[in-house]
């Protein structure tokens, strides 16, 4: 099969307009997620009430037959994720020793990344070296960014300048998201896995498939679409993000369970916290430095 790069060229901070693909992130300090992308995701937190009865939200439009790479990577780009980071937008990472690479986290929900950095603190604390997180604080980059960062090991620098390491970062599904997955398809319980939940005949008005990252939401949508909470739905799918990604690189789009278009939507509460990460000061996301 053919090899992908999955990031964008870079020279100065990542613009959300759209990107060609097989081109790379770039080097040094240029690698920088600005605040110009969480504006351009929190705007759509003022619609979310409205997507849940008709999600529109991040179409990848697209007619063709099968789910394309360009397609999903637009589609994900009004969608924030969560990464714990220093002042300088450097991302606090795990070194993986036995394995030989750093490994940082992207979360779908703030309450995510809030009780990992609570849980480092105090354990930094107990053991002496809180000193260590005391800068840190919590920024979003989009998720069409964290998908490559995770599918695309990248070369960081770490806070010893002369330190560098091979990283990758891991995209977090919220822990009630993926309970309802484990519920619906027991290899959920994979933590590399991320659930996306979608019903097979359920569509936009403009013939996309929509998946959700949260199955209630999924469930009020086609509610409000079909008649009402008395209304029997289908039986709920779920899909893993990653193994789509893996498909479609893989030149097998046509063996996923879903076909043309499709939108991602995410929940509202993950929105409006991304609006409001923003209007305190969002911090600049570095793809070429790390903390270890």
């Known amino acids: 099969c053919k090899c992908y790069s999955l990031a964008p060229a870079i020279k100065g901070p990542i613009k959300v307009s759209p990107v060609p693909i097989g081109q790379d992130l770039g080097t040094a300090d240029d690698g920088i997620v600005s605040r110009r992308d969480a504006l351009q995701m929190a705007s759509v937190a003022t619609t979310s009430a409205l997507l849940l ?4 939200c991040a179409v990848a439009d697209d007619s063709s037959q099968a789910v394309t790479l360009t397609n999903l990577l637009e589609g994900l780009r009004t969608v924030p994720t969560f990464c714990i980071v220093d002042p300088n937008g450097a991302n606090y990472m795990l070194y993986k020793k036995g394995e030989g690479y750093a490994k940082g986290y992207a979360f779908l929900t703030f309450p995510g990344a809030l009780a990992v950095l609570g849980d480092a603190k105090r354990t930094a604390e107990k053991n002496g070296y809180s000193n260590v997180w005391e800068d840190a604080r919590i920024t979003t980059i989009p998720a069409d960014i964290a998908i490559r960062l995770t599918l695309q090991p990248r070369e960081r620098t770490s806070q010893k300048e002369e330190a560098k390491a091979t ?8 822990a009630d998201e993926r309970e309802a997955a484990i519920r619906i398809d027991g290899k959920f319980k994979d933590q590399k896995k991320v659930p996306l939940f979608y019903l097979e005949s359920f569509r936009t008005e403009d013939g996309a498939t929509p998946l959700y990252f949260n199955p209630i939401d999924l469930l009020n949508a086609w509610n409000a679409k079909n008649g009402g909470a008395g209304t029997i739905p289908p039986r709920i799918q779920v899909l893993d993000m990653i193994s789509m ?8 789009a046509a063996d ?4 043309g278009k499709v939108t991602f939507v995410p929940t509202s509460e993950t929105m409006e916290m991304a609006r409001e990460v923003k209007n305190k000061g969002q911090t600049p996301y570095s793809t070429s430095r790390m903390i270890v």
Not at 245 to 252: A, G, K, N, S
């Open 53 to 56: 009865a008709s999600p529109r």
């Open 167 to 174: 990283s990758v970062l891991a995209v977090v599904p919220g």
């Open 245 to 252: 990604f893996q498909y479609v690189l893989r030149e097998r």
């Open 256 to 259: 996923l369970p879903i076909r």
